[in-house]
């Protein structure tokens, strides 16, 4: 069912002349296409028989420990034996399902969620339990009432999949109090966190709070990706783990795939070398905070009052997040939102418990600034015209 709600938005919002603020993409604008195609070259031409045979399935050993490093610098101290190269962080979810999932198992999710991280655990059956969460994330007196009350039954939870940065899709990074707070709480009652960063690095306002693992770090999982600091195309991710779950979950990795392709591993180390990120992420979030400030204008510009929609104001990654008014429904809009060319992704796919029929996510990076303003005033015009009708 969610599956297919989220690609009927997305049909819709390929028609052609639809302005999408539904693709959850980076812009093409900041894949290194000249650094990648220098890196390919040098790849093959220095290491090409080990870059095109197989190879271990935790990952390349520079790439780990440029992993080692990068998360470091977060405040996140690992070992490299903990880290296994994914194909990218969506992998990382399915083998922390498939490692401490079993059917009908509980699983203590945000509200919303990551919709992707919900079809990736569906197939293991976990029992889905929302925490109740405000603008600044998960209620931690909602995780300890829930997580106790699992653990009275006799059947505690396996796991707390958490966004702290930027969630996707509400965009909201929770703050460090909240964070001490919902890594007290996990402490306390003995419940593994699956923390999913994949948008620390997009910041547009001040850097984000450390990594809940910082606070827990014998007790998290957690899921960092290339995607947004490279190119998703690569499909890199990685996972950092307490050394005693590693081999169940370097068992899985081998199990669905062998290893991360070889080739690409080694194509990301040599594109990102020593200084990359330093030169490009400033690009980066420069390219991106301009267009989440387009977008918030544009929608103060449109909805002045906030009576017809209200919206949260991401300090970073991808996504603002909408909410109709009361009795509304953002997926019956969509194809009339469509037919006047705008497009968004209904935020019911992303609730694991009882839907918010009235929410909706867009995306500010993969549109043109050019085209922002326009899409917004669509986007306008459609619920003005819905609110008539
Ligand atoms: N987690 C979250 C929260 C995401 O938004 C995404 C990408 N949309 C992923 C994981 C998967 O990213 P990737 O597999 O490209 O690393």
């Not at 028989?49 to 420990?65: M, N, T």
């Not at 939870?157 to 909240?178: H, M």
């Not at 999982?221 to 190119?231: C, D, E, N, R, T």
């Not at 199990?255 to 990102?272: V, Y």
Request: charged share 20%.
């Amino acid at each position: 069912m969610r599956a297919s709600a989220i690609r009927e938005a997305m049909k819709l919002a390929e028609q052609p002349g639809v302005i999408s603020f539904a693709a959850g993409m980076p812009s093409s604008k900041v894949f290194p296409i000249e650094r990648i195609t220098a890196a390919c070259e040098r790849v093959l031409r220095r290491d090409g028989s080990a870059a095109l045979q197989y190879a271990a399935s935790e990952g390349f050993a520079p790439l780990i420990d440029w992993v080692v490093a990068h998360l470091s610098a977060r405040g996140l101290h690992i070992r490299p034996e903990q880290i296994i190269i994914t194909n990218g962080s969506q992998q990382g979810l399915d083998l922390v399902a498939k490692s401490l999932v079993d059917p009908g198992s509980p699983v203590l999710v945000e509200t919303p969620t990551y919709v992707g991280a919900l079809q990736s655990f569906a197939p293991y059956e976990p029992e889905l339990i929302g925490v109740a969460c405000d603008v600044e994330g998960p209620l931690s007196a909602d995780l300890a009432a829930r997580a106790s009350a699992l653990l009275r039954e006799g059947r505690a939870a396996r796991f707390l999949y958490l966004l702290p940065t930027y969630q996707n899709p509400s965009g909201r990074c929770i703050s460090p109090a909240r964070r001490a707070d919902l890594a007290g709480v996990a402490a306390l009652l003995n419940l593994p966190v699956v923390e999913d960063d994949p948008y620390a690095d997009l910041w547009y306002d001040e850097p984000p709070p450390a990594p809940v693992a910082t606070l827990l770090p014998e007790g998290t999982v957690y899921l960092g990706s290339f995607s947004k600091i490279l190119a998703p195309g690569l499909r890199l991710g990685y996972l950092a783990a307490p050394l005693a779950l590693v081999p169940r979950l370097l068992q899985g990795k081998t199990a669905a795939d062998l290893h991360t392709a070889t080739f690409n591993q080694r194509i990301a180390l040599e594109a990102l070398g020593e200084d990359f990120l330093a030169e490009a992420l400033p690009a980066v979030r420069h390219l991106y905070r301009e267009r989440r400030d387009m977008m918030l204008t544009a929608l103060e510009r449109a909805f002045p009052d906030r009576r017809l929609l209200d919206w949260t104001r991401p300090g970073g990654g991808m996504f603002i997040w909408a909410r109709l008014p009361q009795g509304w429904d953002a997926a019956e809009l969509l194809p009339l939102a469509s037919s006047r060319g705008v497009a968004y992704v209904p935020g019911a796919a992303f609730h694991a418990g009882i839907p918010d029929p009235r929410t909706l996510r867009l995306s500010f990076v993969t549109v043109e600034p050019s085209q922002i303003d326009a899409g917004v005033t669509r986007l306008a015009e459609v619920i003005r015209e819905a609110e008539r009708s």
